[in-house]
């Protein structure tokens, strides 16, 4: 992996706090998002809008930002080649649990590894896709990340996104108190994309040379959250789809 600047020496320690709080999250994170009365529902939901935003597979598709491995697994078992990487080393535990346990029922199930979302250690050009949910809002350098990603892709290749102006207020006004001492002023300072909405991210990846950019609402997603409920803490909150592609030149 690239080493980090001298400049940009303090993302760091943003980086390692960060990291900390959703380690120690990832347990009850992973189990609500496998909560039985919607799994099927949110399966089915979340199957169509990746199969929709991605080529057809297999295609060899890196998970930034992936959490404990739900969009991951779901991506392989469409078929795809799917690597994830987290920088969170609880949540990279937990999507090695579920991947044995795939690779038992399937033969087959996501590579993941702890990484840098932000600089993922890839093969510049090796990948057809980049996918990401709910990682923009939490990006400590998000130019650098597109820039990363641009160059992870090959020409034509696909990034997709999908997040939610989650802290609208800023991370400031969050709920619990563990969030708010991870998440605090210094941290904050860091990801202004907590607060921005979907066309302030869309333009983001347009300034970052990807063409092809659209952002699209997730109505069914929506739906489910304001049926189902959504976590302790949080209230439903529309959901958009980014979707961009690397120019085949350039």
């Known amino acids: 992996m690239t080493p980090t600047p001298d400049h940009a020496a303090p993302s760091a320690s943003v980086q390692d706090r960060v990291d ?9 994170y992973d189990d609500y998002q496998q909560r039985p009365e919607r799994r099927e529902l949110d399966r089915r939901a979340w199957a169509e809008v990746w199969g929709g ?3 057809p597979a297999p295609a060899r598709v890196l998970d930034v930002g ?3 491995g739900y969009v991951a697994c779901l991506l392989a078992d469409a078929g795809h ?4 990487v987290d920088s ?10 579920h991947a044995a346990a795939m690779a038992a029922r399937t033969g087959r199930a996501p590579d993941f590894r702890v990484g840098d979302a932000v600089d993922p250690d890839l093969a510049p050009g090796s990948l057809d896709a980049v996918v990401g949910r709910y990682v923009l809002w939490t990006l400590r350098d998000a130019p650098a990340a597109l820039a990363a990603w641009w160059r992870l892709l090959r020409p034509g290749g696909t990034l997709a996104m999908v997040d939610a102006t989650w802290f609208p207020d800023g991370l400031a006004a969050a709920e619990g108190d563990a969030f708010r001492s991870a998440y605090d002023e210094q941290v904050a300072a860091r990801m202004p994309l907590a607060a921005a909405d979907a066309e302030q991210k869309a333009a983001l990846v347009a300034a970052a040379g990807f063409v092809d950019v659209r952002s699209t609402r997730l109505e069914t997603v929506w739906e489910l959250d304001r049926t189902h409920g959504v976590a302790p803490g949080h209230t439903p909150t529309p959901q958009h789809l980014l979707t961009a592609r690397r120019p085949l030149a350039g």
């Open 81 to 84: 080649d799917v690597v994830g």
């Open 66 to 68: 992936c959490g404990s």
């Open 53 to 55: 935003a991605l080529p």
């Open 88 to 97: 969170a080393t609880g949540m990279v535990d937990r999507a090695r649990e």
């Open 20 to 28: 900390a709080y959703w380690t120690a999250r990832a347990p009850a």
